[in-house]
């Protein structure tokens, strides 16, 4: 199958096997460094839950898959601070608003943003708000300025961002993320999933 000449990645930054994707990835940027990405939010994960101990061993049998599947890891932190934490919401609006800012201020950069977001969850155990502004650094941002804007909520522009995905989702028959498009023969047509994982 050639390589498109752009991208469409649908995903949301709690999903774990859009962060297991993440090797995959990286091998399509190196086929071609020249190839155009766009990012787009499914917000999948973002309306408020409190999974029962029930769900979150689900959660981790799921993510040992992940991590035997793809090399990612999924560490003791994330088990015991975020699987583990019975009084943490299963929400995923701070993690996307962060990867959607610094993403507006170096597009270039969404992937590995994306990237640094979702081990904040998976390898760092901690998705507080001050745990993502530690990112602004990173990424050529001032952290007072990003916390700012997280405490803010979420700006129109990242609303639409959303509704664009899912009507890129429904338009291609597509139920779940990760969810890659290219564009081939002057179309955006799916890909198949094995090209992630």
């Given at each position: 199958m050639p390589i498109p000449s752009e991208f469409v990645l649908i995903v949301d930054p709690w999903c774990g096997w859009c962060y297991g994707a993440q090797p995959?990835?990286?091998r399509l940027r190196e086929e071609d460094p020249q190839a155009r990405w766009t990012l787009l939010p499914s917000g999948l994960f973002c309306q408020p839950s409190f999974p029962d101990a029930e769900r979150r061993a689900y959660f981790w049998r799921n993510d040992r898959q992940i991590a035997t599947r793809t090399g990612q890891p999924f560490s003791d932190a994330y088990r015991e601070h975020i699987l583990g934490d019975d009084q943490q919401g299963f929400d995923s609006s701070l993690a996307t608003l962060t990867w959607h800012l610094l993403s507006e201020v170096q597009p270039e950069a969404a992937l590995d943003i994306l990237h640094a977001v979702q081990q904040l969850r998976y390898v760092a155990g901690d998705v507080s708000l001050a745990a993502h502004a530690t990112l602004a650094g990173r990424f050529g941002c001032d952290p007072?300025?990003?916390?700012a804007q997280l405490a803010a909520g979420w700006p129109p522009a990242l609303h639409a961002q959303v509704q664009q995905a899912r009507q890129l989702m429904q338009e291609h028959q597509l139920f779940?993320?990760?969810?890659?498009?290219?564009?081939?023969?002057?179309q955006l047509q799916a890909l198949p999933g094995q090209m992630l994982i």
């Amino acid at each position: 199958m050639p390589i498109p000449s752009e991208f469409v990645l649908i995903v949301d930054p709690w999903c774990g096997w859009c962060y297991g994707a993440q090797p995959g990835l990286q091998r399509l940027r190196e086929e071609d460094p020249q190839a155009r990405w766009t990012l787009l939010p499914s917000g999948l994960f973002c309306q408020p839950s409190f999974p029962d101990a029930e769900r979150r061993a689900y959660f981790w049998r799921n993510d040992r898959q992940i991590a035997t599947r793809t090399g990612q890891p999924f560490s003791d932190a994330y088990r015991e601070h975020i699987l583990g934490d019975d009084q943490q919401g299963f929400d995923s609006s701070l993690a996307t608003l962060t990867w959607h800012l610094l993403s507006e201020v170096q597009p270039e950069a969404a992937l590995d943003i994306l990237h640094a977001v979702q081990q904040l969850r998976y390898v760092a155990g901690d998705v507080s708000l001050a745990a993502h502004a530690t990112l602004a650094g990173r990424f050529g941002c001032d952290p007072q300025w990003l916390a700012a804007q997280l405490a803010a909520g979420w700006p129109p522009a990242l609303h639409a961002q959303v509704q664009q995905a899912r009507q890129l989702m429904q338009e291609h028959q597509l139920f779940g993320v990760p969810a890659l498009l290219g564009r081939l023969n002057g179309q955006l047509q799916a890909l198949p999933g094995q090209m992630l994982i």
